[in-house]
């Protein structure tokens, strides 16, 4: 059963914009928390932004916002300025409770995750 699908990654060149979708179905639609995490080749995992509460990784803050339509089961990342270090696989997560300051950016924290979209940043 898909619970989380994300959609809108892609090629854009440095300074571009790209908007990433996350629908949740199932039981992921009760979720309180849901954060994008994002992870490049030879990296770990990272959060990047999260609402319940909202948070954001120090590395988007001012480029990205994250946002959510209760009706649509959807949640949005809006990404700004985009730099080559922003290249990865991005992914939406979703928790039954809400996050806190000292877990949104842990991954076990998530209970439902998708399958990613590819982000790349190049010109």
């Known amino acids: 059963e898909v619970q989380l699908v994300e959609s809108g990654g892609g090629l854009v060149q440095p300074g571009g914009s790209l908007r990433l979708t996350c629908r949740a179905s199932?039981?992921?639609?009760?979720?309180?928390?849901v954060g994008w995490f994002r992870q490049a080749p030879g990296k770990e995992r990272e959060g990047v932004a999260s609402i319940s509460n909202t948070f954001y990784a120090d590395s988007v803050k001012g480029r990205f916002t994250i946002s959510r339509d209760n009706a649509k089961s959807t949640v949005y990342l809006q990404m700004n300025s985009l730099k080559p270090e922003d290249t990865a696989m991005y992914y939406c997560?979703?928790?039954?409770?809400?996050?806190?300051?000292?877990?949104?950016?842990?991954?076990?924290?998530?209970?439902?995750w998708g399958q990613g979209t590819q982000v790349t940043v190049s010109s």
């Open positions: 997560a979703a928790n039954v409770s809400h996050c806190y300051s000292g877990n949104w950016f842990r991954t076990w924290n998530y209970d439902y």
């Open positions: 199932g039981s992921a639609m009760n979720s309180e928390c």
